[in-house]
């Protein structure tokens, strides 16, 4: 039998709504969907980076909210050119252009990005051991992979295997270093 692995990325659905990132790691929010197998759930694990490390939390804990991690993150991240950009809005009288970095967070074009990776689908017949080793070497190869790029910032990772197809969410932001020496977020300058 052929397998394939899928990805896909994005950050919104097709209405244009950006996703509900606690769908990933927020139990609460988890129970209330049809498709999940709430039995499984506590096989999950969920991952929360930071500028210094990685927090890691295993399924049927409760999981954590990830709009306040990213939001706490996108102010690390974003705040000093966010502020730096409002001053010269003001000044220049256009203060109706200022934004804050929750601006930067809610706007289809700077949400984080969601890469979605699973091998096979729901006709695929491989050992789940297998599948799930593969997917936890590939996801971690692909964090370091893209952090190394300088471009890339982690925000937060779930391994799903509480669903028909065991699959793994990341989601982070490209940033890039403006003129000012600030960083922005920016595929496209990535």
């Known amino acids: 039998n052929k397998t394939k692995a899928t990805c896909r990325h994005g950050r919104a659905r097709a209405d244009g709504r950006i996703y ?25 694990w969920y991952f929360q980076f930071f500028r ?33 950009k409002n001053d010269r809005y003001i000044k220049s ?11 930067l967070y809610n706007n289809k074009r700077t949400t984080p990005m969601e890469t979605i ?40 990772m779930a391994f799903h295997y509480d669903e028909q197809v065991d699959h793994i969410h990341l989601r982070g932001t490209f940033a890039y270093r403006n003129k000012d020496g600030h960083l922005e977020p920016n595929q496209r300058q990535a």
Not at 63 to 75: N, S, T
């Open 117 to 156: 990776l699973q091998i096979g689908n729901t006709k695929t017949r491989l050992d789940k051991i297998t599948v799930r080793n593969t997917l936890q070497q590939v996801g971690a190869e692909l964090v370091n992979e893209l952090k190394r790029t300088g471009f890339y910032v982690p925000l937060s």
């Open 93 to 103: 009288g256009h203060k109706e252009d200022c934004k804050t970095t929750d601006d």
């Open 20 to 44: 509900n990132a606690n769908h990933n790691c927020r139990e609460e929010t988890r129970n209330k969907e049809n498709h999940i197998d709430h039995e499984r759930t506590k096989e999950n």
């Open 52 to 84: 210094d490390r990685i927090e890691r939390h295993k399924g049927g804990q409760g999981g954590f909210d990830v709009i306040d991690h990213e939001r706490q993150r996108y102010k690390e991240l974003y705040s000093d050119s966010v502020n730096a």
